[in-house]
């Protein structure tokens, strides 16, 4: 089944400064990478997600890029701030498996310092 | 939209007792829900992924008679702990695919503590 790995397990950071989050996976079917943030007793709320035709997708603060060939995708938050922090997950799914099910990274927990 | 709610947002039982807690989606027809349970500091383990009117798939090292899920409908899913003890004490979380996306959304989560 899929693995994903995910790194740093914790990142602070200063307010203002750029944010990357990086994850590998292995299985080379998957097509879908969506990236969550979870603050502390909440849901997990999607952020930004990219699919395998696409090498990366912008969104203000928050990119992602995706290499397929070495399977890994990142998370980049440019301009970082304070209610940034919290723990960011990410996750791969593949087209073909039963349900479209997601297997999540180990998270990052991300500190930006006032 | 693609607005999930989950109930009860936090329960305390005794150990031996049974807990059911639903997941409903508000605003969409979810094809598929699927349950997660949360450690601290923890990233979230899949527990089952249900589909509506058919038996719920578990994975691997989830008990699926002590974790009792039923897919009533299209936008309802329960997950039933049997038997709770302290060790199933933990943080449940759903999620709903939606017939039009890869994306998962979900719930706010159910807090269990079984003492």
């Known amino acids: 089944g899929e693995n994903v790995e995910q790194h740093p397990s914790t990142l602070s950071v200063q307010e203002g400064d750029s944010a990357v989050i990086k994850c590998t996976y292995s299985?080379?079917?998957?097509?879908?990478f969506p990236w969550y943030k979870q603050e502390l007793g909440k849901r997990p709320q999607l952020i930004i997600d990219?699919?395998?035709?696409?090498g990366e997708k912008k969104d203000q603060r928050i990119a992602v890029t995706l290499n397929k060939t070495a399977k890994h995708f990142s998370l980049h938050i440019t301009e970082t701030q304070p209610e940034d922090s919290a723990v960011y997950f990410c996750?791969?799914?593949?087209?073909?498996?039963?349900?479209?099910?997601?297997?999540f990274g180990g998270g990052t927990r991300l500190m930006v310092k006032p | 939209g693609a607005v999930v709610s989950q109930h009860p947002s936090w329960v305390i039982c005794k150990s031996g007792t049974s807990v059911k807690i639903e997941c409903r989606s508000l605003?969409?027809?979810?094809?598929?829900m699927f349950w997660y349970r949360q450690f601290p500091k923890q990233s979230l383990m899949l527990m089952a992924t249900?589909?509506?009117?058919?038996?719920?798939t578990y994975e691997q090292g989830v008990e699926k008679d002590k974790f009792l899920i039923n897919h009533a409908s299209l936008t309802l899913s329960t997950l039933t702990v049997t038997s709770a003890h302290p060790e199933d004490s933990s943080f449940y979380i759903c999620?709903?695919?939606?017939?039009w996306g890869l994306g998962q959304f979900f719930g706010p989560g159910t807090r269990l503590t079984v003492l």
């Open positions: 999620s709903a695919r939606a017939a």
């Open positions: 299985d080379s079917a998957s097509n879908y």
């Open positions: 990219i699919r395998s035709n696409v």
């Open positions: 996750a791969a799914s593949s087209g073909s498996n039963a349900g479209n099910m997601l297997t």
């Open positions: 605003d969409f027809q979810a094809t598929t």
């Open positions: 249900s589909n509506e009117g058919s038996k719920a």
